[in-house]
């Protein structure tokens, strides 16, 4: 993309009718326009992964997306209003530069059910996610955080095999009650049914965009 911004064709005022996913996977693309939820159709898929936003853009929030990824970007912080989207189902902010959650999240969403922080700093979660976990999912994804390769994974292994009894982050009463208990850590138990430390797959638990299946079937094949 040139100069890291989006083509002209996606920014007219006449998207198409029936145009509503928009899926960006390792780009250069850097900013959006400040008014792209007055040309994109409000829930509209959005999906910009591995490219170079260094933030949120309040744009893509206003378009209340159902389903809606930003990981691989450059982001260091996350606006509450994120998780505040209504409609939202699916948020992904994996491999992103992240170490928490926004601590004043006051309106979280109703529909929200998958979180997927994987790769990322994360060491604890606020009291707020616990109104999330367990919601049954309408892709049938089976946990409600997935966070393989994050520090709070880290603890949550070595918690479960005896080798620390608490997590790294400490203890605050502002902490989630179901997800920062270490007694809710062993194996099979309460915290293991909500959380996924497994390795990603891509499109279901890692990326959202299914760059591996992508790969498999069209990737140009240089040996014809």
Known sequence: MTEGRLPAGFQSINMPLNLYDFEFCITNLRELPDDL???????????????????????????????????GNPISELPPEIFEIVGLTDLGIGDTKI????????????????VYVEGTQISSFWSWTDAFLGRPSIRGVPRSIYATDTVYCDDLERIKDGSVSIFNAGSSPEFSTQLMDPTKAALDDEIWSWVDCNPSISGFSGPLYPLDAEDMHNAIDWRE
């Open 37 to 71: 939820d007055l040309k994109w159709f409000p829930g509209s898929y959005v999906i910009i992964e591995y490219s170079q936003l260094r933030e949120v853009p309040a744009s893509l929030i206003r378009l209340m997306p159902p389903y809606f990824s930003l990981s």
């Open 99 to 114: 170490s928490e959650l926004p601590h004043n999240v006051t309106q979280l969403s109703s529909t929200l059910t998958s």
